[in-house]
């Protein structure tokens, strides 16, 4: 979607206006208006309980919503939920449930292999019975199913939530390889105010009383964060 | 019929609607006691029931956000109270258990037809159904319409139900679509291997139960159920004894 700022044209691929969720009697969020440039990165940073996934699933058309948001045409979307409740004795594999993926797009069969390969995880793996994988495991399984039919825009809710450190270096490295190489356009959902720091073009804060957008330098100030959070907030952000 | 009730019965037990399932399958009642006093082959009288008892369920659970549990077992009570009443004597001891009696051919054509629709929807709409069994929020980006694939879930569960009343009855044909997916859950590593094991189970015990029934001059419904549950017992101690040895022989 073509729009201006500033006298030049910008490729948006997500324009929210005056968006606001409602659940019960309770207002999760009003008012919240952004827009997300084609090829960047939006990290959003909040308390638990401000609207992070319910945003996510505002925009996925899962729960109704007031005001508007608009998708650019084209948009293929891949989507990495928060840890997921599975019961542990379903027989549905990693494998059936890639499978299904690349059914339901009738792609080739043979980008499940690529799609396992890109997040680290073996085929002895994505054959088990998924409610049996660690949390780490079956969140790799659910960036290799978001990333199985070539999206160009990730909506990743803590997906590193449950993952060990080196499990969780390697899909931060993998998000921003196919970002650069692909062009996608990410949407975070994290708590890690240093990774967002360092890595994301922009940040939303969500709070319950205050909103701010903007580069992550301008935003993730002392002042700000405690507004948001309630309490002071302190990270270091390493050059790594 | 037991293929068809083997399939859709993996994917009611994969989404934990055992009891819910097994509940609708009363509402067929009413429709039985109808059909009965209007001179009309009670399975359609019963299969009406039920199509209209899923789309209730369907309707209730998109606009209130109620479980579909809560909303079954609401309508399955009223269901069985009205068809209680409507229905009686010898009548209703056959819609309640079923019989072995000769079928007639538009019995089988609707049988055909019908378990042909059961069999054909699972096995076009499993990776649809797997997706959202793991999350509905996935299942929207892949583009899956959750609604219609729920109602048509519930419409073809209620088909299955239809296709098996007159040996079951009303009483027992959850219990056939219940116990050979449950049973098989427990034996499978994967996908295909429970609706394949869903479908023989399914079969076996129809058969053997049917036996069993026209040797001993007796309902249908409960020797279908009971073979169905008896293999369900064996598979569960055959497992827990694998895992015991295994456990003792560390």
Redesign the interface.
Known sequence: MASKVDGEAVDNVLEVSDLGVRFGRSQIFKDLSFSVRRGTSLAIVGPNGSGKTMLFRALLGAVPVGGTFRWAPGVRIGYVPQKLDIARDVPITGFDFLRARASLARASQDLIAQSLASVGLSPEIAAEAIGKLSGGQFQRLLVAFALICAPNVLLMDEPTAGVDEPGRRYLTELVHRLQHEKGLTVLQISHDLAEVCRCATTVLCLGREHIRIGPPREVLTPDLLQKIYGAPVAFQVSEI | MAVAAGLIGCFAV?R?MALAGDALSHVALPGIGLALALHVHPVFGAAAMLFFGALLVWEIEDRSHVATETIIGVIFSVALAIGSMITSGENLIEALFGSADVLSWPEVLFGLIGAGAVIVFVLIQ???L??A??????A?????DLRRLNLIYLQMFALTVALGLRYLGVLLMGSLIIIPAATA??L???????LTLAAVFAMAATAAGSSLALWLHRETGPLIVATSTIGFLITVLFTTSTHLRGFLRR
């Open positions: 994969m934990r499993k990776n649809a797997v997706v069994l793991v999350s509905r929020d996935i929207r980006t892949t583009g899956v859950k427990h499978s590593r994967n996908l295909n291997q429970m």
